[in-house]
């Protein structure tokens, strides 16, 4: 089975060492969305208004096959 590696960059880069195996790109893309889900729950108050939390979903090879990206815009004011 392909190996997949979750990546995280926001004010940092926090790379998937270990990576995981998956049976295919539907299970690998699958499983990044549902990673974010749970890494933007745990950490919501983390982010920052403006600045991009992305994650990346990468082969072996180190390409990326699929990637998301969250901006939280600053509240916009009602006149």
């Known amino acids: 089975m392909p190996r997949y590696f979750f990546h995280v960059r926001d004010s940092f880069f926090s790379p998937d060492m270990v990576g995981t195996e998956l049976p295919d790109l539907r ?3 699958a ?8 890494i933007l729950c745990e950490n919501s108050g983390g982010l920052c208004e403006g600045h991009p939390w992305r994650l990346e979903l990468t082969g072996e090879g180190g390409q990326v096959l699929f990637a998301m990206q ?6 916009k004011l009602v006149e």
């Open 70 to 75: 969250v901006v939280l815009d600053p509240p």
């Open 31 to 38: 499983k990044a969305v549902a990673t974010a889900g749970s």
């Open 27 to 29: 299970a690998a893309r």
